[in-house]
Protein backbone atom coordinates (compact mmCIF):
# COMPACT_ATOMS: atom_id res chain seq x y z
CA UNK A 1 0.00 0.00 0.00
CA UNK A 2 2.73 2.52 1.12
CA UNK A 3 4.44 2.02 -2.51
CA UNK A 4 1.39 2.86 -4.21
CA UNK A 5 0.73 5.30 -2.24
CA UNK A 6 4.51 7.45 -2.82
CA UNK A 7 3.46 7.32 -6.68
CA UNK A 8 0.81 9.11 -6.08
CA UNK A 9 1.88 11.51 -3.50
CA UNK A 10 4.77 13.08 -5.95
CA UNK A 11 1.95 13.12 -8.64
CA UNK A 12 -0.36 15.99 -6.63
CA UNK A 13 2.93 17.59 -5.08
CA UNK A 14 3.81 17.82 -9.02
CA UNK A 15 -0.01 19.43 -9.66
CA UNK A 16 0.38 21.89 -6.97
CA UNK A 17 3.43 23.03 -7.88
CA UNK A 18 2.00 23.45 -11.76
CA UNK A 19 -0.59 25.38 -10.31
CA UNK A 20 1.69 27.74 -8.34
CA UNK A 21 3.91 28.33 -10.95
CA UNK A 22 0.89 29.80 -13.14
CA UNK A 23 -0.44 31.43 -10.03
CA UNK A 24 3.03 33.23 -9.95
CA UNK A 25 3.10 34.01 -13.65
CA UNK A 26 -0.10 35.03 -14.02
CA UNK A 27 -0.84 38.97 -14.22
CA UNK A 28 -2.89 40.94 -12.57
CA UNK A 29 -5.45 43.73 -12.97
CA UNK A 30 -3.40 46.06 -11.70
CA UNK A 31 -0.16 44.95 -12.96
CA UNK A 32 -2.04 45.24 -16.72
CA UNK A 33 -2.37 48.82 -15.67
CA UNK A 34 0.40 49.80 -14.85
CA UNK A 35 2.30 48.71 -17.53
CA UNK A 36 0.04 49.75 -20.83
CA UNK A 37 -1.32 53.11 -18.84
CA UNK A 38 0.62 55.46 -20.55
CA UNK A 39 -0.02 53.72 -23.85
CA UNK A 40 -3.60 54.14 -23.52
CA UNK A 41 -3.20 58.16 -21.99
CA UNK A 42 -1.08 58.79 -25.20
CA UNK A 43 -3.83 57.64 -27.45
CA UNK A 44 -6.44 59.53 -25.68
CA UNK A 45 -4.38 62.81 -26.54
CA UNK A 46 -3.76 61.30 -29.79
CA UNK A 47 -7.36 60.06 -31.03
CA UNK A 48 -9.81 61.05 -28.25
CA UNK A 49 -10.50 58.08 -27.60
CA UNK A 50 -10.97 57.79 -23.49
CA UNK A 51 -7.65 56.05 -21.55
CA UNK A 52 -10.23 54.26 -19.51
CA UNK A 53 -12.33 52.59 -22.18
CA UNK A 54 -9.04 51.69 -23.88
CA UNK A 55 -7.32 49.97 -20.71
CA UNK A 56 -10.87 48.33 -19.85
CA UNK A 57 -11.27 46.91 -23.31
CA UNK A 58 -7.90 45.75 -23.16
CA UNK A 59 -8.54 44.26 -19.65
CA UNK A 60 -11.73 42.68 -20.58
CA UNK A 61 -10.71 41.20 -24.13
CA UNK A 62 -7.34 40.03 -23.06
CA UNK A 63 -7.97 38.64 -19.38
CA UNK A 64 -5.54 41.28 -18.43
CA UNK A 65 -3.14 39.85 -20.61
CA UNK A 66 -3.32 35.97 -19.76
CA UNK A 67 -5.34 34.95 -22.35
CA UNK A 68 -4.50 32.36 -24.83
CA UNK A 69 -4.94 35.05 -27.76
CA UNK A 70 -2.94 37.94 -25.81
CA UNK A 71 -0.02 35.89 -25.08
CA UNK A 72 0.36 34.01 -29.16
CA UNK A 73 -0.59 36.65 -30.99
CA UNK A 74 -0.21 39.79 -28.64
CA UNK A 75 -4.10 40.84 -29.37
CA UNK A 76 -5.16 42.57 -26.55
CA UNK A 77 -8.76 43.86 -28.36
CA UNK A 78 -10.14 40.44 -30.20
CA UNK A 79 -9.73 42.17 -33.03
CA UNK A 80 -10.83 40.18 -36.19
CA UNK A 81 -9.30 39.44 -39.31
CA UNK A 82 -11.82 41.68 -41.72
CA UNK A 83 -10.76 41.55 -44.99
CA UNK A 84 -8.78 44.79 -45.23
CA UNK A 85 -6.20 42.92 -42.72
CA UNK A 86 -3.02 42.30 -44.63
CA UNK A 87 -0.67 41.16 -41.56
CA UNK A 88 -0.08 38.45 -39.95
CA UNK A 89 -3.43 36.23 -38.65
CA UNK A 90 -4.02 34.01 -35.96
CA UNK A 91 -6.89 31.21 -35.58
CA UNK A 92 -8.72 30.67 -32.81
CA UNK A 93 -12.29 29.81 -31.41
CA UNK A 94 -14.61 32.52 -30.71
CA UNK A 95 -18.44 33.25 -31.89
CA UNK A 96 -17.07 30.06 -34.13
CA UNK A 97 -14.93 27.95 -34.51
CA UNK A 98 -11.22 28.56 -36.30
CA UNK A 99 -11.99 32.53 -36.36
CA UNK A 100 -9.26 34.78 -37.94
CA UNK A 101 -7.99 37.14 -35.32
CA UNK A 102 -4.81 39.54 -36.33
CA UNK A 103 -1.66 39.00 -35.00
CA UNK A 104 1.00 41.49 -33.54
CA UNK A 105 4.86 42.06 -33.21
CA UNK A 106 3.97 43.60 -30.05
CA UNK A 107 1.12 44.39 -26.99
CA UNK A 108 2.14 48.14 -28.13
CA UNK A 109 1.83 47.05 -31.89
CA UNK A 110 -1.87 45.88 -30.77
CA UNK A 111 -2.48 48.77 -28.86
CA UNK A 112 -1.98 51.12 -31.75
CA UNK A 113 -3.82 49.01 -34.03
CA UNK A 114 -7.11 49.35 -31.75
CA UNK A 115 -6.94 53.01 -31.81
CA UNK A 116 -6.20 53.10 -35.38
CA UNK A 117 -9.53 50.66 -35.80
CA UNK A 118 -11.77 52.54 -34.21
CA UNK A 119 -10.45 55.97 -35.55
CA UNK A 120 -10.88 54.57 -39.52
CA UNK A 121 -13.81 52.35 -39.07
CA UNK A 122 -17.10 54.68 -39.90
CA UNK A 123 -19.74 51.98 -37.43
CA UNK A 124 -17.77 54.11 -34.59
CA UNK A 125 -17.67 57.57 -35.98
CA UNK A 126 -20.64 58.87 -33.50
CA UNK A 127 -18.43 57.32 -30.41
CA UNK A 128 -15.70 60.61 -31.35
CA UNK A 129 -18.92 62.98 -30.57
CA UNK A 130 -18.78 62.14 -26.93
CA UNK A 131 -16.14 63.89 -24.79
CA UNK A 132 -13.22 61.60 -24.05
CA UNK A 133 -14.33 61.62 -20.12
CA UNK A 134 -17.85 60.94 -20.54
CA UNK A 135 -16.51 56.67 -20.08
CA UNK A 136 -20.44 55.32 -19.88
CA UNK A 137 -21.49 56.66 -23.38
CA UNK A 138 -18.27 55.16 -24.60
CA UNK A 139 -19.06 52.10 -23.26
CA UNK A 140 -22.66 52.20 -24.66
CA UNK A 141 -21.75 53.43 -28.18
CA UNK A 142 -18.85 50.75 -28.71
CA UNK A 143 -21.62 48.04 -27.76
CA UNK A 144 -24.35 49.79 -30.05
CA UNK A 145 -21.89 50.24 -32.64
CA UNK A 146 -21.54 45.95 -32.36
CA UNK A 147 -17.63 45.77 -31.29
CA UNK A 148 -18.67 42.96 -29.02
CA UNK A 149 -21.71 40.42 -29.00
CA UNK A 150 -21.94 40.12 -25.27
CA UNK A 151 -25.32 41.87 -24.32
CA UNK A 152 -23.59 43.38 -21.01
CA UNK A 153 -20.54 44.30 -22.68
CA UNK A 154 -20.86 48.05 -21.47
CA UNK A 155 -22.08 47.03 -17.91
CA UNK A 156 -18.83 45.09 -18.00
CA UNK A 157 -16.30 47.93 -19.05
CA UNK A 158 -17.55 50.22 -16.78
CA UNK A 159 -17.64 47.90 -14.04
CA UNK A 160 -14.41 47.80 -14.81
CA UNK A 161 -13.17 51.69 -15.18
CA UNK A 162 -15.03 52.41 -11.64
CA UNK A 163 -13.57 49.26 -9.70
CA UNK A 164 -10.29 50.29 -10.66
CA UNK A 165 -10.60 54.45 -10.79
CA UNK A 166 -9.83 54.26 -14.68
CA UNK A 167 -11.48 57.64 -15.14
CA UNK A 168 -8.66 59.27 -13.38
CA UNK A 169 -7.12 58.47 -16.78
CA UNK A 170 -8.84 60.59 -18.66
CA UNK A 171 -8.25 63.90 -17.05
CA UNK A 172 -5.47 66.25 -17.72
CA UNK A 173 -2.39 64.83 -16.28
CA UNK A 174 -4.66 61.46 -15.85
CA UNK A 175 -1.66 59.03 -15.26
CA UNK A 176 0.24 61.04 -13.00
CA UNK A 177 -3.68 61.53 -10.87
CA UNK A 178 -3.89 57.88 -11.13
CA UNK A 179 -0.54 57.09 -9.84
CA UNK A 180 -0.84 59.25 -6.84
CA UNK A 181 -4.22 58.13 -5.37
CA UNK A 182 -5.92 61.17 -5.22
CA UNK A 183 -8.75 61.38 -2.02
CA UNK A 184 -12.16 61.33 -2.38
CA UNK A 185 -12.29 65.10 -1.56
CA UNK A 186 -9.34 66.07 -3.80
CA UNK A 187 -11.22 64.21 -7.20
CA UNK A 188 -14.86 65.96 -6.00
CA UNK A 189 -13.23 69.36 -6.03
CA UNK A 190 -11.64 68.89 -8.94
CA UNK A 191 -14.55 67.48 -11.01
CA UNK A 192 -16.28 70.62 -9.24
CA UNK A 193 -13.73 73.02 -11.17
CA UNK A 194 -14.63 71.47 -14.04
CA UNK A 195 -17.99 72.13 -13.93
CA UNK A 196 -17.20 75.56 -13.04
CA UNK A 197 -15.31 75.58 -16.24
CA UNK A 198 -18.14 74.13 -18.40
CA UNK A 199 -20.49 77.00 -16.91
CA UNK A 200 -18.71 80.10 -18.01
CA UNK A 201 -20.23 82.11 -20.87
CA UNK A 202 -16.78 82.78 -22.73
CA UNK A 203 -13.46 81.00 -22.98
CA UNK A 204 -10.17 82.27 -23.42
CA UNK A 205 -7.77 80.41 -24.82
CA UNK A 206 -5.41 81.61 -22.06
CA UNK A 207 -6.89 79.71 -19.67
CA UNK A 208 -9.10 76.95 -21.34
CA UNK A 209 -7.02 73.95 -20.39
CA UNK A 210 -9.45 70.97 -20.07
CA UNK A 211 -9.01 67.65 -21.56
CA UNK A 212 -12.41 68.03 -23.44
CA UNK A 213 -15.58 70.78 -23.27
CA UNK A 214 -18.11 72.55 -24.90
CA UNK A 215 -18.42 76.20 -25.99
CA UNK A 216 -21.12 77.90 -28.01
CA UNK A 217 -21.94 74.36 -30.11
CA UNK A 218 -18.41 73.32 -30.05
CA UNK A 219 -17.04 70.43 -28.76
CA UNK A 220 -13.34 71.45 -27.29
CA UNK A 221 -10.44 68.58 -27.74
CA UNK A 222 -7.14 68.45 -26.52
CA UNK A 223 -4.33 66.25 -28.28
CA UNK A 224 -0.92 67.16 -27.24
CA UNK A 225 -1.46 69.32 -24.71
CA UNK A 226 -3.42 71.73 -27.01
CA UNK A 227 -6.76 72.88 -27.66
CA UNK A 228 -8.92 72.22 -30.85
CA UNK A 229 -12.13 72.05 -32.51
CA UNK A 230 -13.47 70.54 -35.31
CA UNK A 231 -15.02 73.26 -38.19
CA UNK A 232 -18.36 72.87 -39.16
CA UNK A 233 -19.89 74.00 -42.85
CA UNK A 234 -19.38 77.30 -43.57
CA UNK A 235 -16.81 78.19 -40.43
CA UNK A 236 -13.87 80.24 -41.36
CA UNK A 237 -10.93 81.31 -39.29
CA UNK A 238 -12.79 85.31 -39.12
CA UNK A 239 -15.94 83.76 -37.42
CA UNK A 240 -14.35 80.96 -35.01
CA UNK A 241 -12.03 83.75 -33.89
CA UNK A 242 -14.69 85.64 -32.55
CA UNK A 243 -16.16 83.07 -30.95
CA UNK A 244 -12.97 82.17 -28.65
CA UNK A 245 -11.40 86.24 -28.23
CA UNK A 246 -8.79 85.32 -30.88
CA UNK A 247 -8.07 87.55 -34.28
CA UNK A 248 -7.88 85.61 -37.22
CA UNK A 249 -4.44 86.55 -38.04
CA UNK A 250 -3.70 84.84 -34.60
CA UNK A 251 -5.45 81.66 -35.00
CA UNK A 252 -4.50 81.17 -38.62
CA UNK A 253 -0.88 81.58 -36.81
CA UNK A 254 -2.16 79.12 -34.80
CA UNK A 255 -3.07 76.53 -37.44
CA UNK A 256 0.25 77.24 -39.63
CA UNK A 257 -2.01 78.99 -42.86
CA UNK A 258 -2.08 82.09 -44.36
CA UNK A 259 -4.26 84.86 -43.07
CA UNK A 260 -7.87 84.19 -45.52
CA UNK A 261 -6.86 80.71 -45.68
CA UNK A 262 -10.17 78.67 -46.38
CA UNK A 263 -11.43 75.91 -44.26
CA UNK A 264 -13.67 72.71 -44.78
CA UNK A 265 -16.04 70.81 -42.49
CA UNK A 266 -14.16 68.36 -40.50
CA UNK A 267 -11.10 70.37 -40.39
CA UNK A 268 -9.02 70.53 -37.01
CA UNK A 269 -8.72 74.19 -35.72
CA UNK A 270 -6.65 74.77 -33.12
CA UNK A 271 -6.99 77.57 -30.40
CA UNK A 272 -3.98 77.75 -28.97
CA UNK A 273 -0.50 77.63 -30.11
CA UNK A 274 0.96 74.16 -30.88
CA UNK A 275 3.56 72.37 -29.24
CA UNK A 276 7.73 72.48 -30.95
CA UNK A 277 7.35 68.44 -30.15
CA UNK A 278 5.47 65.66 -29.72
CA UNK A 279 4.62 64.99 -26.26
CA UNK A 280 3.66 61.60 -26.38
CA UNK A 281 5.46 58.13 -26.24
CA UNK A 282 5.89 57.78 -29.81
CA UNK A 283 8.91 58.96 -31.59
CA UNK A 284 8.17 58.20 -34.96
CA UNK A 285 5.57 57.79 -37.55
CA UNK A 286 5.19 56.58 -41.43
CA UNK A 287 3.45 59.27 -43.47
CA UNK A 288 1.01 57.37 -45.20
CA UNK A 289 -0.87 58.34 -48.82
CA UNK A 290 -1.35 62.02 -49.02
CA UNK A 291 -0.16 63.44 -45.67
CA UNK A 292 1.71 66.14 -46.17
CA UNK A 293 3.66 68.16 -43.36
CA UNK A 294 0.61 70.65 -42.89
CA UNK A 295 -1.89 67.73 -42.12
CA UNK A 296 0.28 65.59 -39.81
CA UNK A 297 1.54 69.22 -38.42
CA UNK A 298 -2.17 69.37 -37.58
CA UNK A 299 -2.74 66.25 -36.46
CA UNK A 300 -0.09 65.94 -33.85
CA UNK A 301 -0.39 69.13 -32.96
CA UNK A 302 3.13 70.22 -33.49
CA UNK A 303 3.95 73.56 -34.99
CA UNK A 304 4.45 72.53 -39.22
CA UNK A 305 7.92 75.04 -39.06
CA UNK A 306 8.97 72.56 -35.67
CA UNK A 307 8.54 69.60 -37.24
CA UNK A 308 10.05 69.97 -40.82
CA UNK A 309 13.28 71.59 -38.83
CA UNK A 310 12.98 68.27 -36.51
CA UNK A 311 12.94 66.52 -39.91
CA UNK A 312 15.78 68.41 -41.63
CA UNK A 313 12.74 69.66 -44.34
CA UNK A 314 13.86 72.11 -46.68
CA UNK A 315 11.57 74.63 -47.08
CA UNK A 316 8.76 73.89 -49.50
CA UNK A 317 9.39 70.24 -49.55
CA UNK A 318 6.70 67.97 -48.32
CA UNK A 319 7.67 64.80 -46.77
CA UNK A 320 6.52 61.56 -49.20
CA UNK A 321 4.46 58.21 -48.31
CA UNK A 322 6.37 55.64 -46.51
CA UNK A 323 8.69 58.31 -44.75
CA UNK A 324 9.82 57.72 -41.39
CA UNK A 325 9.79 61.01 -39.69
CA UNK A 326 10.61 62.07 -36.15
CA UNK A 327 7.93 63.42 -33.87
CA UNK A 328 10.34 64.51 -31.19
Same mark, same amino acid.
Given at each position: ????????????L? *????????????Q?R??? *???????????????G?????????????????????S??????????C? @?????? @?????D?????????????????N????F? /???P???????????????W??????AG????????????????????HL???? /?G????S?G??????????????????????S???F???V??????????TN?????????? /???????????????????????????????G?????????????????????R???????L????????????????????????????? @???
Open positions: MKNIRIPILYTLA *ILNIVQIYANTRTEEY *IERYKAIAVAHMERYIPASITMAQGILESDAGNSRLKESNNHFGIKK @KSWTGA @KVYHDDAKGECFRAYPSVEASYDHAEL /DSSRYDSLFAYPSNDYRSARGLKAYATAPDYAERLVAIIERYKLLDRE /DAAIYSKTAQENAEYFASQSSARQEERIYDIRVTNAHRGYNVYRHTCYIIAKEG /DTYRTIGKLFDISERTLCKFNDVDKGAALKEDMVFIERKQNCWLGNAMLHIVKDETLHSAQSYGIRARKLARLNSLPRGEEFVCGQTI @KLR
